[in-house]
């Protein structure tokens, strides 16, 4: 506790700057509902793709106050949601193939019922219409069953290096803590950083495995894992230096930030943030001796925040303070933050916050940040649950 404790304090100490930064409503004239992901294709057009959590992706009109989006992919009859209504399913990732201007290659995530699970699908789009996905030649790629709800992540990106990352969460349950043991269970995927080869298959796979993931050849194991030990990585992010940033939403107590590296493990159940995973221990439990896990860059607890929104850093130019910084929100209480770390000192330079959403009499923000995304120009959008896009500016 005590040095969870120390770790906290030291990155919480940072000059709070408020007001430097403003929410400026974006194509405002959209009806919009839960996006999630904005997603620009590399093919030098500048098109931005709006993932929706209900099943559709919009590409947004370059005037931003028109009132019409043209419809790329219409999953919304696909019952991808449990007839509970629960809010975590859904149409959850896209990623563009990085040769997408010569293969015209997509990806997606999305939920599936009866039984439960996340399907990792591969499309392309239509020859006679560039800004629209033809569905019927969707090729599944990997299906994972899901025991819950919630937990199922799904943002899908391509690293540096042209493979697809994948982040999985443990598979949520009521009362969470990884009830069925996921995250640090090697033969399953919950909880798990995922590395794959879309160019190839491999034997009964509908993509290879990369020969350099860190447990080919293993028993036991599913090649597939890149890192482990994570809980609910809801935002990953490459920078260009190829760094690969993951925000791992907490359990009870601590939101964490994570650098992922190759065959980390990122300690969920056993830890929570900085520290041990107390449930865990009162049952008795105990880690494997001698198991090492990689801490976590920065936490912070619940008087902070609930929920951990992860984002991006900013390379853009118009935002020059804070160039280099990742900016990060959380999507309970709407607050965003501007985060500096030092890679070779392995240590956060400053941790600022740079907007704090009004409160109303409950505590909740009135902006609950989905995702912050790269707009083509490297400018950053934050998205909200409630329907919004706005644009991060100087106030």
Request: aromatic share 10%; with cysteine; glycine share 12%.
């Amino acid at each position: 506790m005590i040095r969870r404790t120390a770790l906290y304090l030291s990155i919480s100490l940072a000059a709070i700057a408020q007001d430097k930064i403003k929410l400026t409503p974006a194509w405002s004239g959209l009806t919009l509902d839960k996006p999630i992901s904005v997603v620009s294709p590399p093919d030098g057009s500048g098109r931005l793709f709006l993932v929706q959590q209900r099943g559709l992706v919009l590409m947004l009109p370059k005037d931003e106050s028109s009132t019409q989006a043209k419809v790329f992919l219409d999953f919304t009859k696909r019952g991808m949601e449990a007839k509970n209504g629960m809010f975590e399913e859904g149409l959850l990732g896209l990623a563009f193939h990085p040769d997408f201007k010569t293969n015209k290659k997509f990806y997606i995530c999305y939920s599936a019922q009866e039984p439960k699970r996340s399907v990792y699908s591969e499309m392309k789009i239509s020859g006679a219409d560039p800004d629209m996905a033809d569905v019927s030649t969707e090729r599944v790629l990997l299906e994972v069953e899901q025991p819950y709800w919630n937990h199922h992540c799904g943002n899908l990106l391509f690293g540096p290096d042209g493979m697809l990352y994948i982040p999985m969460g443990d598979g949520g349950g009521k009362p969470g803590g990884d009830p069925l043991r996921r995250a640090q269970n090697l033969f399953t995927l919950g909880g798990k950083m995922l590395r794959i080869d879309v160019n190839r298959t491999q034997g009964a796979r509908q993509y290879g495995i990369p020969a350099d993931n860190p447990f080919v050849g293993q028993e036991a194991v599913r090649e597939e894992i890149w890192a482990y030990g994570l809980r609910n990585p809801w935002g990953i992010h490459f920078d260009e230096d190829g760094a690969l940033w993951e925000a791992d939403v907490g359990q009870e107590i601590w939101e964490e930030i994570n650098l992922i590296e190759k065959g980390g493990n990122y300690g969920w159940s056993w830890r929570d943030g900085a520290g041990p995973y107390n449930a865990r221990e009162m049952a008795g439990e105990k880690p494997a001796e001698g198991m090492k896990f990689t801490d976590p860059i920065h936490i912070y607890d619940h008087t902070q925040g609930i929920s951990i929104t992860g984002g991006i850093v900013y390379r853009g130019d118009k935002l020059s303070g804070l160039k280099g910084a990742y900016i990060y929100g959380d999507w309970g209480h709407g607050r965003v933050w501007a985060l500096r770390y030092d890679k070779k000192a392995k240590k956060v330079i400053s941790n600022e916050q740079i907007l704090d959403a009004k409160l109303d009499a409950k505590g909740k923000g009135s902006f609950k940040p989905t995702a912050f995304c790269e707009d083509a120009n490297k400018e950053i959008l934050g998205l909200d649950w409630a329907g919004k896009i706005f644009r991060l500016e100087v106030n």
